[in-house]
């Protein structure tokens, strides 16, 4: 048995899921569905997918690590992260299902479970769904486990089901069993001059609080609801021209969306003290971390892994008292000054010193002044904190493709997918990527705060703003 502390981060994730531990749901729990098309009809799909979900186990072992909690009867005690060696059919039994659900945004709806991960047949809407706790994975890396595991499942219509479980992979090397710790991947953590940077960062955010926010449901109720989702894309030709554009503006496709979502959000009424946007973005640290390059595959420690880090991205004046919502362009290009940072060379301590100090040196701070965060109550006189939030997972076509199976013998086919996470709180969570040349904008709720009405209509509002601003007809 292997186990390691957790890091910040996982016990960031951690601490905000236990509030709704007691009723078996998780904040940010993350989910991929995967519609599939298979070519040779007479493929027995179940028995396929459940080894391959078995390949994925053995070759990833950390998939089935736990978090251990802190034993009380020894001082200092903290929660740690857990794995042993797979029993991967045990480990299926428990993990891999076939549910009836018309299609996977009513499992998402419906589903319980305490699982760190699991996976769901729907034969109904022939999608595979992967579901998997936050703190054991993020989405970039479900991303990359999900194209791990249509690699498996083509191996496996060729091998057969009852081919060793080394025999499906082999040119891919076996994963750690367990994930490597964030906190431990940088060697300037600890250097004293980090917390004037962690200064610097949170003083940023917080200058711009209380956030502007959507509007919830004037009927919300006390029971926690379902979470739901809603979704809308844009042909190849319309994403191509906002490409275009924002090339032409100097802004990043991510800057013009969240740009778009603030600037729907602020024609809502909002609290007398909201008047800027503040929120934290994540940072796929993979790179900085040596787990692969923006695009390319991860080897196999980035695969089932935590390895992001937030950073604040704000705009202050978005509503000036008396005035008009601040411009579509003026929001972007604050955004974009935050997205154009060099993660490598993210702060500066401006001391004489040539050191600069990446994302993943303060990101262990980061995540311990976040849990500070969290815990403090709110300042008197603020509203809930119902900031609309967005992750951008970039072009999926480089290392998710759409086709699987040997060169000219396509096996399997994967029509559409979408990627999101369970959503308890206030915030409505955007998630935005482009596949087949086609953005993608998605949205994740709680319908004890939107109903899917009003979360439809402004998803259609932001691709509505996008678009009015990127000089492309609507």
């Known amino acids: 048995m292997s186990s390691r502390p957790l890091s910040s981060l996982e016990l960031f994730i ?12 998780e904040q940010w729990v993350v989910y991929t569905a995967l519609q599939l098309e298979f070519l040779d009809h007479a493929v027995d799909q179940t028995a396929c997918l459940r080894r391959a979900w078995q390949v994925i186990r053995h070759q990833y072992p950390a998939l089935g690590a736990r978090i251990a909690d802190a034993d009380d009867a020894i001082p200092q005690s903290s929660p740690r992260l857990v794995a042993g060696p797979p029993i991967v059919e045990d480990w299926a039994d428990e993990t891999f299902s076939v549910r009836d659900y018309e299609d996977s945004n009513e499992l998402v709806s419906e589903v319980r479970s305490t699982l760190a991960a699991s996976c769901y ?4 809407s022939s999608e595979l769904v992967m579901r998997t706790s936050h703190w054991l994975i993020d989405g970039m890396g479900l991303l990359f486990l999900s194209q791990k595991l249509m690699t498996a499942l083509v191996a496996v219509i060729r091998l057969g089901v009852d081919a060793p479980l080394g025999a499906y992979l082999p040119d891919y090397p076996i994963g750690p069993v367990l994930a490597p710790s964030i906190d431990r991947l940088s060697h300037l953590r600890q250097d004293p001059r980090i917390e004037a940077g962690l200064d610097e960062v949170f003083g940023k955010f917080l200058r711009s609080v209380p956030s502007i926010g959507l509007p919830t449901r004037s009927d919300e109720s006390e029971t926690l609801g379902s979470t739901a989702r809603v979704a809308s894309r844009l042909d190849a030709k ?3 021209r906002i490409v275009q554009s924002c090339r032409k503006k100097g ?5 013009a969306v969240q740009a778009a979502i603030i600037r729907v959000t602020a024609t809502f009424p909002q609290h007398p003290l909201a008047r800027s946007y503040a929120a934290f973005a994540l940072a796929n640290l993979r790179h900085s971390c040596g787990m692969g390059s923006p695009g390319q595959e991860s080897p196999p420690e980035g ?9 604040p991205v ?3 004046g978005v509503i000036p008292e008396g005035g008009e919502v601040l411009g579509f362009d003026d929001i972007a290009e604050e955004l974009n000054r935050s997205y154009a940072s060099d993660l490598n060379r993210y702060w500066d301590p401006r001391d004489g010193s040539d050191q600069v100090f990446g994302l993943i040196d303060l990101a262990d701070g980061i995540m311990r002044r ?3 965060l969290v815990s403090a109550p709110l300042p008197d006189g603020f509203p809930p904190i119902q900031t609309p939030d967005l992750s951008s997972l970039g072009k999926l076509d480089s290392y998710l493709p759409s086709e699987y199976g040997p060169a000219g013998d396509t096996q399997v086919k994967v029509s559409s997918l979408w990627i999101g996470t369970e959503t308890l709180t206030r915030n409505m969570q955007f998630h935005v990527w482009s596949w087949k040349g086609e953005l993608n904008l998605g949205a994740c709720f709680n319908l004890s705060f939107y109903e899917k009405t009003f979360a439809s209509e402004v998803v259609s509002r932001v691709l509505q703003e996008l678009v009015g601003n990127c000089d492309i007809d609507a």
């Open 14 to 25: 951690k601490t905000v899921s236990d509030n709704w531990k007691h009723l078996d749901r």
């Open 121 to 124: 047949w729907l034969p109904a």
């Open 238 to 240: 319309a994403t191509s």
């Open 251 to 255: 802004i990043k496709v991510t800057s």
């Open 303 to 311: 695969v089932v892994a935590l390895c992001f880090a937030g950073f």
């Open 314 to 316: 704000c705009v202050s």
């Open 370 to 372: 976040n849990i500070d």
